[in-house]
């Protein structure tokens, strides 16, 4: 049982900047691929980024691109999203989840890829 706890969200004025953190438990985190997830009031739970094992590969939705940033410590089991020049349509409930299977080749897009999800920390940003 892997589980997740996120940290980080609150309340900024668009144009500001946010570093959610996702701390997860288990001894094989290194190994995990790692993905952040929103849901808004409303909406479907959509993609955000995700990144496997070796950083160097790294996933992230378009309207993101160039202003959310995924990392990854593994010596302190936390996967970050640093979120810049926020813009008032990010504000949703920003979940964790992660794949055990380090070499899973599946759609990382998807959120059924992943097999556990923390509670999620809100982030809201006004206008």
């Known amino acids: 049982q892997v589980q997740l706890v996120e940290s980080g969200g609150g309340l900024v004025q668009a144009g500001g900047s946010l570093r959610l953190s996702c701390v997860a438990s288990g001894r094989t985190f290194s190994n995990y691929i790692m993905g952040w997830f929103r849901q808004a009031p409303g909406k479907e739970r959509e993609f955000v980024a995700a990144?496997?094992?070796?950083?160097?590969?790294?996933l992230y939705r378009d309207s993101v691109k160039g202003r959310f940033f995924i990392s990854r410590d593994n010596a302190k089991n936390t996967v970050y999203l640093q979120m810049n020049s926020l813009k008032p349509e990010d504000t949703a409930v920003y979940y964790c989840?992660?794949?055990?299977?380090?070499?899973?080749?599946?759609?990382?897009?998807?959120?059924?890829?992943?097999?556990?999800w923390g509670q999620g920390t809100q982030v809201t940003v006004s206008s």
């Open positions: 990144i496997r094992s070796s950083s160097s590969f790294t």
């Open positions: 989840a992660a794949e055990p299977r380090q070499y899973y080749t599946g759609n990382l897009y998807d959120e059924r890829t992943y097999d556990y």
